[in-house]
Every structure is written in C-alpha cells, then in structure tokens.
C-alpha cells in the first residue's frame, strides 16, 4: 500500500485512554453568519517553542536586518544559533559593469536612517551610491515588532548623466547560511499546474555540492512552484518568500562543508540604465525559526495574515462563501435564483458570474470585446447588483483584460500597447487532453489560446491609464463588488520578446510594476472593492499579489475530490488563504464538500461548470439540506485562519485517510478535519493530536452526531484520538476546546 495509506499495524494499535466517535448522522450546529474569524495579534512566544526560542529568533532576524550596511567584514551575530555565520555580509548581490557588488559596495558611500512604521517594525533604508557612475542602490526594508522576519525591496536608480554600465544578475537575495550537524533539507510546493500534484509537498536534501534551482515557468508567479521555501537545519531554519508576479527565481547551493548559499531574484537581468531610470527588484521575505518545523510555517501563515492580507473599506478581508454561475446564463435566470438563494436563507457572500458575458461568441475568442451580451443582459449587471444589495449579498464579475484576442476592438484600436510572441516561441495547448504526457508542462507555458493572441502592455503608463480608466467605469457601472481578474497566457516571452539585448528583464520589470500601479489605483479610487486573482487557477500567488488580491480559485483542477484534498494538505503549509469549489451542492455530499473546504468556499447550485444553467423547478430542489451544509463552513471556516498541523502523511492513493489539525492557541480551541477514501477497508484510525496542553482537559464534539467527549490533552497526544467512520468514503469534522488545566 502507498506510504501514505493507513498500515493494518497502525490500525490495531490501541490506546488506554483513546476516544471512539461512531459514524452517526445529524445536523451541524452553526454559528451565526456574521461571524468573522477571530482578531489575533501574536507574537512569536505563541508559536511554541517558549520565550527564549522567541527572543533567539528575533536577534536572528535583527542581525539579518544590520548585515545590509556591513560591507567591510560583515555584521557580527549577536543570536544563539548555528544557522548564522559568525559575520553575516549584505544578503544581495549584483554584477556592474563586469564586477561583483562584494567588491564594489565598501567603495561606494554607504547612508542609512530608520523610522517607525505605524507600531508594525521599524523600517531600514540604506544607500549605496557609485561616485563614478553616480548609480544608487536603494534597500528599503522592514524588522517587524511581533515576527522574526525581515523584508525588503532593493531599488536601483541611475542619477548620473549618461548611461550605466551594465547591471546584471541581480539577486535581492544572496546570502550564506551554514547547515551544521548534517545537510540542509529544502522544503518547498509544487505550483497550480492544473493537476492531481498541485501544492503537492516536497522536500530535497542537499549532500555537499548538491544545487536546487526551480523557477515558475512561463512568468506566472506560481505555475511550476509556489514561491514559498522553508531551509531546515539542526533544529532551526528559515523561510523564504518572494514577492513578484513574474520570473523569479531561487538556486540552493550546498557548498563546501557547513556553507548553504541561497541566492533568489528575476530570472533574467542584464541591462543599462538610462540617465534618472530607476527600477525595483522582487521583495524578499526571511522568517527564523527555531524547534520544529511547524513552528516555522504556522508562523509564515500568522505572519501573511497580519502583514500581506488585502483590506476593504480598512479591515481585512476574509475568504467568502460564493456561489459560481456561468456568464452565459440570461439575466433573467440570475435573477431569479438571488430571489431563491435570498428566500432559502442560503449563507454566502458573492453571487459570481464568470466569462463568457461580452463579445460575439465563446469567451476565448473575445477577449478584448469587452461589450455586454445584450441578447443575455439586456439591462446591464446594474439590475442583479442592485438585488444582490438589496439583500446583503455582493457580485463578483470575471475579466481577462491582459490578454487581447485577434479580431476584437483592442486588437486594432489599441495595436501599439499590445505584445506580440514570434512564430518559433509560440506555445498551445487549448483543447489538447489532459492524457497528453506533455500537457502540465504546455499549460503552463502556453502564451497562444487563439492564434495570435496578444498581451496588453502595462509598462506602457497611458496603455495602464486607459485600462484603470476602463475597469473602474465597469466596477461603477455594473455595481461591483469583487473584480475577478484571470490570466490564460504565460506572459514571459511576450516579455523577452520585446527586449533589446542590452534592456535583457526590462520589459518585465516595467510591465509588474505596472500590475501593482493598476491594482493599486483600483483599489484607490474602490475602498471596498475586493480583487479576486486568477491565472488558469492559482498561478499568480506570490507576497506581491496576495497583499492585494484574494485566491478565490486556487487551481484548474477542482473536480477530483482526493485532489482537493491534497491540494489543500498541500497549500495549507504555506498560505491560509484559499478556496476551491465544492461542485454543485443539489447533489454534493458531505464528503465531497469537506474535500474542498479551506478558509472560503465557491460552489454550483443550479448549474454546472461552464455551461449555461438549464431550467431548473426551484420548488423541488434541495435547499434547506444546502443550507445546512453552508451553515456548517460558516461555522467552521474561522478555524483555517489558525495553525496548521497534518496528522496523516500526504498521499494520492484511494485506499488512504487523510487528516489535519487546525489549532487556535489563545481561543484554546481547534477542528480535525478527517477523510476516508473511497477504496480504504479500514473502518478505524487513530491520530494523536498537536500543540495541546498536557495538563488540561478538552472536550470533543462530532459536528454530525454531536456526541460528546472529555479527555486529557496528554492522552489526546501520547494516544491519539481514535474514530470510527464506517462508510465508503466517510469524513468526519470534530471540534474541540479546552474546559480545565
């Protein structure tokens, strides 16, 4: 059997004190709708692992923080840890004009000042400048108060008169790390390839010599791999991010003996600046830790809550509960089903119309026709956002304004601010079967839907004008609240395609700061406006986007229910904040809903896929047993926001259980959330349970039968929780809080 499956060994096992919950029906007991997740604001002596691993990980990342203005010697550790050199050099490196920065950098005059930034940390920035070529190296970064983390942005400007040399292989990230007491283990994530992999764990342990070198693929920020890494080392390590909706990319060098050079930045650069340019790097994320390697991840997914999280109208914003509804569907009959989902009481948030509403013909042949299908909506969406406001609930509306079609207006009107891919880079994959040996990897770099398809150049500022001029009178205009923003091209040649050979990354630099400026103004000009991003699933979630934008599709492959399952096993490590569909609810079950659920949910009621919705006899179907299902996500979806802990090994196979923990520490409750497959004889498992307090007591709730049980959190963890699930497939969702210590 799979690694992954439950051995008949581990089934026998019994503990003296393990708790049996049989496989009883009965109904969810909610919480209100209006229930948020609750405020935190931790800080890292929360995370386990006592005071002095806290304070020890916050001097790691205060060295971290003086290394950038080190350049002669380097920076002098003051923490007790093994993962910092004893003098620590300026974590980036660049090439100019032929040179190393390392030789270059204690030459130039060096400046910096600190300032608060509004109780978060303090903000560092520090100034390299060139007294020939008048070039300035700008590191903009922060220390935050609460986690052992430190971020930044490097800034390069030419403030001379004629041109730069050229600067090249630039890297925001490039430092030495030791691994002392054996070799570096690399954890990392599998991207949104379109697959049963998706999210999917890895690890590589690097033996001397060894090299990991991994990059997105195509442009898209996490197509191949997600841009999210945790380096383990004896008892410690630290997390690496990168901000950039782009070509990044990241190597892991085991050199010799102790020595882990990570290095991370664009994929390509190799440019000249002209007189007053200036440009931005990737933003860097390091985050310390130290004891257990769930430490560290459940801190990074603390750490993206409180610092890298949109906001509407001033507060953060929180996954929701939408249902999905093609753009092919009449306005008539969305209409008439807000009208059901209001009368049913149905709890969600957004009514989601997705492509297919504008042009003259299928959606992906019409992108860059941006006028509404009147035979569909012969009023416009000002008539379903009205009803939908009316009501509490809120419209979420699909776009793909970055990839214009052939024969469309944009295509002829707005010709010069579009790019193009020559013939011989050219890549397709529409249509093609998924059976196809080569397909993830076509997915992701395909750049063709429709034959000579074009890409809408955001480094161009009037070309970004015009769009942000464009979608904020839609968002207006329709009564918007959630701008869905796909993406179903990889941009990356269009990019390289329009470099010059001494402009190498230009392009690309040009057009992602142009993606944030148009974010940004959106967001500007609509307080409450929520951004949904989408790219074929979730292949742009990376620091930079997810600080703006929401994941409300995480992946192209949301139909396969042990999919959803590992593919949140898998994300969950990493990012808190995701969603997938459940399918249509008239006929899903609980296993196929708890398959899919994280901190949001989307899922079909009266239609399915994309397809417009069929008549449909509204008296006969299901909705009070849905409603019952969205009261329990409601109820339960606040605990996705905690901590995170596996409790069963990743695994694809049909025979396997599948189960995670999530712990809120301070509320001093949590959620399991087990699975069984379909193909698994076993009726019994037992997991011993995470972050509990051994002195204290925990009562257990089955949130179907609502059977109830006390136990010690010493037992619960030394012996496990047992259950029982009898049906083929099965899940259970069990909630516990601590009663006494």
């Known amino acids: 059997m799979n690694k992954g499956s439950l051995s008949r060994r581990e089934f026998v096992r019994l503990g003296a004190g393990a708790i049996g919950f049989g496989a009883m029906s009965g109904v969810a007991k909610s919480k209100p709708e209006s229930q948020s997740e609750p405020t935190r604001d931790r800080s890292a002596q929360t995370f386990g692992g006592g005071r002095r691993a806290a304070d020890s990980e916050m001097q790691m990342a205060d060295d971290m923080m003086h290394s950038f203005r080190a350049p002669q010697g380097g920076w002098k550790k003051g923490a007790e840890s093994g993962l910092l050199p004893e003098a620590i050099q300026p974590p980036f490196s660049f090439l100019y004009g032929g040179r190393k920065s390392s030789a270059l950098l204690s030459g130039w005059k060096c400046e910096s000042k600190t300032s608060d930034v509004n109780g978060v940390g303090v903000r560092h920035e520090v100034t390299y400048a060139d007294p020939r070529t008048k070039l300035v190296v700008r590191v903009n970064a922060i220390q935050f108060k609460n986690f052992p983390a430190v971020e930044w942005v490097i800034h390069f400007k030419n403030e001379g008169a004629s041109e730069t040399p050229i600067l090249e292989a630039i890297q925001p990230l490039d430092t030495l790390w030791l691994s002392r007491g054996g070799d570096p283990t690399i954890h990392y994530a599998e991207g949104a390839t379109c697959s049963m992999n998706d999210f999917r764990p ?108 949109p906001q509407a109208g001033g507060k953060p914003v929180s996954m929701p509960i939408c249902n999905g509804n093609w753009g092919g569907t009449p306005a008539a009959t969305h209409l008439e089903n807000i009208h059901q989902i209001v009368a049913h009481r149905l709890p969600m948030d957004y009514y989601w119309i997705d492509a297919e509403w504008f042009g003259n013909g299928p959606w992906w042949q019409n992108t860059g026709d941006w006028q509404i299908k009147k035979e569909l909506y012969p009023q416009g969406f000002k008539p379903i956002s009205d009803l939908l406001h009316s009501s509490g609930l809120k419209l979420l509306l699909w776009f793909e304004p970055a990839r214009v079609s052939k024969g469309t207006p944009w295509y002829t009107e707005h010709a010069p601010w579009l790019l193009g891919v020559p013939k011989e880079r050219r890549v397709y994959n529409w249509g093609t079967s998924q059976a196809d040996p080569m397909w993830v990897r076509n997915e992701s770099l395909r750049n063709q839907i429709k034959e000579d398809d074009r890409l809408f150049n955001l480094a161009i500022p009037e070309a970004r004008r015009f769009l942000t001029d464009f979608i904020s009178r839609k968002i207006e205009e329709f ?199 379909p193909a698994s004889p076993y009726t019994r498992a037992i997991f011993p349970l995470k972050a509990l307090r051994r002195d204290a007591s925990y009562e257990i709730t089955n949130l179907d039968s609502d059977q109830r049980t006390t136990l010690r959190g010493s037992q619960l963890m030394s012996e496990g929780l047992e259950l029982f699930l009898l049906k083929k497939p099965d899940s259970a969702l069990l909630r516990y809080h601590q009663t006494a210590s």
């Open 202 to 309: 890895l690890r590589r342990s690097l033996n001397v010599k060894g090299e990991l070198h991994l990059e997105p693929g195509g442009g898209r920020s996490s197509s191949d791999f997600l841009p999210f890494f945790n380096i383990e080392t004896k008892g410690e390590g630290v997390l690496v991010a990168i901000g950039w909706t782009g070509e990044w990319a990241i190597n892991f060098n085991h050199l010799e003996g102790d020595n882990v050079q990570v290095r991370a930045g664009m994929a390509l650069t190799h440019l000249k600046l002209s007189p007053g340019e200036e440009i931005r790097t990737p933003r860097i994320l390091n985050l310390f830790w130290q004891g257990d390697r769930m430490r560290g991840h459940n801190m990074l997914r603390q750490f993206i809550l409180a610092h890298h999280r």
């Open 479 to 677: 009564g918007l609240d959630c701008y869905r923003q796909d993406f179903n091209v990889a941009p990356l040649e269009f990019w390289r395609a329009a470099d010059a050979p001494d402009r190498q990354g230009m392009t690309e630099i040009r057009w992602v700061e142009g993606l944030y400026a148009f974010w940004d103004e959106l967001l500007r000009r609509h307080p409450n406006l929520v951004i949904d991003v989408c790219a074929s699933g979730g292949r742009q979630m990376d620091l930079e986007a997810l600080t703006r934008c929401l994941p409300l599709w995480r992946t192209d492959f949301p139909n396969d229910n042990t999919g959803k399952q590992c593919h949140t096993y898998g994300l969950l490590y990493w990012l808190p904040l995701n969603s997938t569909t459940a399918g249509n609810l008239g006929s899903a079950g609980d296993y196929d809903v708890r398959s899919s659920m994280s901190s949001g949910l989307q899922f079909g009621l009266l239609a399915n896929d994309d397809t417009p919705q069929a008549r449909k006899d509204y008296n006969n179907f299901p909705f009070e047993r849905v409603r019952r299902v969205l009261e329990q996500q409601r109820a339960i979806e606040k605990y996705f926001y905690g901590d995170y802990y596996p409790l069963s090994e990743y695994s694809q196979a049909q025979d396997a259980w599948m189960a995670y923990q999530l712990d809120f520490p301070e509320e001093k409750e949590g959620l399991l959330v087990v699975l069984k497959r």
